[in-house]
T-cell receptor, first 113, second 111 residues
Framework: ETGVTQSPTHLIKTRGQQVTLRCSSQSGHNTVSWYQQALGQGPQFIFQYYREEENGRGNFPPRFSGLQFPNYSSELNVNALELDDSALYLC????????????FGSGTRLTVV | QKEVEQNSGPLSVPEGAIASLNCTYSDRGSQSFFWYRQYSGKSPELIMS????GDKEDGRFTAQLNKASQYVSLLIRDSQPSDSATYLC???????????FGKGTRLHILP
């Protein structure tokens, strides 16, 4: 059984650029959730995907967008990067309707300069 | 606004003592409750889940849930230096809904 994998692990971008982060969900999991965690804060919910459809969104602007693919892997895209977007981005997979909690990937550390 | 509240700490506990971590949540309809441990620079790791009122024990960890008081706690017995981490309380309102996290409590076990 494979866990959740995220890529890349670290990324440095310039303000105004665009970035794509990738996540492969754990085998058997059909739901992917993305979180942003700023230093010293708890993870903040960005959005969740279930069977390739967005299934809930947090308080993030439209420049944060996502996709889920038929194999349940997912992408997070952020356009027009701002300095405040610097954070750890976490992907979590789960089995919908189970309510058993998330399995997190190791995260992508994004730095915007 | 659905919220999960935790004391940010740091909470300092001598090695071998019991560490007690607390959390309150605002949505009375919440169904699932979790404790995650996060080491510095790492991603959160699920250590306990609890779904009904009362206590749930797993090794040195005990989760306690009181839905009437909207209160969740985590007890760590025989605290070890390796328990030093940030502990995140998380709440799931519906089974297929998002999980909301608190800001976390930093726990420091003193050797």
């Amino acid at each position: 059984e494979t866990g959740v994998t995220q890529s890349p692990t670290h990324l440095i971008k310039t303000r105004g650029q665009q970035v794509t982060l990738r996540c492969s969900s754990q085998s058997g999991h059909n739901t992917v959730s993305w979180y942003q965690q700023a230093l010293g804060q708890g993870p903040q919910f960005i959005f969740q995907y279930y069977r390739e459809e967005e299934n809930g969104r947090g308080n993030f602007p439209p420049r944060f967008s996502g996709l889920q693919f038929p194999n349940y892997s997912s992408e997070l895209n952020v356009n027009a990067l701002e300095l405040d977007d610097s954070a750890l981005y976490l992907c979590a997979s789960s089995l919908a309707t189970q309510g058993s909690g998330y399995t997190f990937g190791s995260g992508t550390r994004l730095t915007v300069v | 606004q659905k919220e999960v509240e935790q004391n940010s700490g740091p909470l300092s506990v001598p090695e071998g003592a019991i560490a007690s971590l607390n959390c309150t949540y605002s949505d009375r309809g919440s169904q699932s409750f979790f404790w995650y441990r996060q080491y510095s620079g790492k991603s959160p790791e699920l250590i306990m889940s609890i779904y009904s009122n009362g206590d749930k024990e797993d090794g040195r960890f005990t989760a306690q849930l009181n839905k009437a008081s909207q209160y969740v706690s985590l007890l760590i017995r025989d605290s070890q230096p390796s328990d030093s981490a940030t502990y995140l309380c998380a709440v799931n309102i519906n089974l297929n809904d998002k999980i909301i996290f608190g800001k976390g409590t930093r726990l420091h076990i003193l050797p």
